[in-house]
């Protein structure tokens, strides 16, 4: 495959827009909230199915973001970081061999994921906590003390939550982190491929859909990015814009358009700022819809 950057102009978007627009049908409240329900679950099979071999290493994440960098200006203290959604680990290893002072807290809400990164052999307790957190409603505060990390990677994992439940994960997150921290994120955009591809039948809601496996997948736009971290979470806005790709396979002669979000979002020096900002937005309770363990 050969990647050629291309820019979301308006007859890009139009056509995207056209496309979303046929699908008219959504699937049934009943189905609804049973994918929601059991979204741990359902990635509890995919992990079953898989095991460790699906997705394959994140070497690529210090290029996209300069924080995950060894020498940074948040590697000069031992920095402490929070990969939500860990899965089986392909973020953590390339980060730990990277940066030796780092030290790294993992979770996912799939426990069979977790069990992966505990058997890993480059598992070290020393160096790395992995551990079982659905972040809508389980507080992270209760494993991590608060506002004690520097970094929070959320890499292709908010796709995965109910949006009603984003903004809960973002309080919970932000509980951790410390004045001055940041977000590093990166997920599905609107108009991308894959959510141009799905046919009648997966659709929820505007921008999420169900897979065959019944895990979730929402397509994120900037706005909705901001509307989340800014004025649900209080956080400052560094980056917040689409990564735009086109994949062309010569041979096959097919061209497919990637688009993702990635953004930056860092906690304010005041701390008062932030518990102003999250005053009501709250972590769903254990009986309510949210995801179960």
């Known amino acids: 495959n050969i990647v050629v950057w291309f820019y979301m102009d308006e007859s890009f978007v139009s056509n995207a827009k056209e496309i979303l627009a046929k699908d008219t049908s959504v699937v049934p409240e009943f189905w609804q909230n049973k994918y929601k329900n059991e979204a741990s679950k359902n990635w509890d099979k995919f992990y079953n199915r898989n095991t460790t071999n ?88 209760d494993t991590i003390p608060p506002h004690s990390v520097d970094i929070v990677s959320a890499i292709y994992v908010f796709s995965a939550l109910p949006p009603e439940k984003q903004a809960a994960a973002v309080a919970n997150i932000v509980e951790i982190l410390k004045p001055g921290g940041r977000i590093l994120f ?13 046919k009648s039948g997966h659709k929820l809601e505007d921008n999420l859909y169900v897979r ?65 900002a999250m005053t009501g937005t709250k972590l769903a309770d254990a009986d309510s819809t949210s995801m179960e363990m």
Do not use: M
């Open 54 to 141: 699906f997705f394959k290493d994140r070497h690529w994440t210090d290029r996209e973001f300069e924080e995950l960098r060894a020498g940074h200006v948040f590697s000069e203290s031992k920095p402490v970081l929070l990969e939500i959604g860990c899965g089986v680990g392909n973020f953590i290893w390339p980060i730990l061999e990277r940066n030796p002072d780092i030290y790294v807290y993992a979770c996912d809400f799939s426990p069979r994921a977790v069990g992966f990164v505990q058997a890993n052999e480059n598992y070290n307790e020393s160096r790395a906590r992995a551990f079982v957190c659905d972040i809508t409603k389980d507080r992270l505060a």
């Open 186 to 198: 990166r997920d599905y955009g609107v108009y991308d491929l894959a959510q141009l591809r799905f």
């Open 212 to 276: 065959q496996d019944g895990t979730l997948s929402y397509y994120f736009s900037t706005e909705r990015l901001r509307e989340l971290f800014v004025q649900h979470g209080g956080l400052v806005e560094l980056e917040n814009d689409y990564v735009v790709k086109k994949l062309v396979n010569a041979k096959l002669n097919i061209n497919s358009d990637r688009i993702f979000a990635q953004a930056k979002f860092q906690a304010p020096i005041d701390t008062q700022a932030i518990e102003t």
